[in-house]
């Protein structure tokens, strides 16, 4: 018998449906791709720069806040206490921003823009103009402050009195805690 026709005929050259699927899925992974890099690019672009620094903002005012409560606390020896040798803790971040910065005491520092009244105040500097702070500090007459501490170690605040004189409250980096 002579086969007068095949049910199956040979693909002719050029049969291009095996690339339809490698395309589909080139073209697929190409627009995950793009998509990809505009979130990223719109993200690093403006989210998230304006987030680290809306946290570096509140992380210094909180830094400076808690200085300045330490210092006070510390500062405020009863006046029957005759001698007093207490050193406490700073409990600040090592950086802001990927910056060491510096707290001190200014003994008449102004108190805010605008105006011209001056006082006791703590100070955070920090290379960045825009996070430094300034915060008044409350202490008694008796109290006679001074010091500067890095962030790059522990700051610490100490208070002492020596037969019954004025108190002296100075912030320093380094030393033994006493606190309790």
């Given at each position: ?100 910065y510096r707290l001190r005491y200014v003994e008449n520092g102004t108190l805010g823009t605008g105006t011209n009244a001056t006082g006791p105040v703590v100070v955070l500097d ?55």
């Open positions: 018998m002579a086969e007068s026709g095949s049910r199956y005929t040979a693909a002719p050259r050029g049969d291009s449906r095996a690339v339809v699927p490698v395309v589909g899925k080139a073209l697929e992974a190409a627009i995950a791709v793009l998509f990809i890099g505009l979130l990223t690019t719109v993200l690093f672009a403006g989210v998230v720069p304006d987030h680290r620094a809306a946290v570096g903002d509140e992380l210094a005012d909180r830094t400076v806040a808690t200085a300045a409560d330490q210092i006070e606390v510390t500062a405020s020896v009863p006046p029957a206490a005759v001698d007093v040798d207490h050193r406490a803790r700073i409990d600040v971040p090592r950086s802001i921003q990927r910056d060491p920090h290379p960045a103009d825009r996070l430094e702070r300034r915060i008044p500090l409350s202490l008694p007459e008796s109290v006679n402050a001074s010091g500067e501490c890095n962030s790059a170690s522990d700051c610490f605040v100490r208070a002492s009195r020596e037969d019954g004189g004025d108190v002296v409250v100075e912030l320093t980096n380094g030393g033994e805690s006493n606190e309790n």
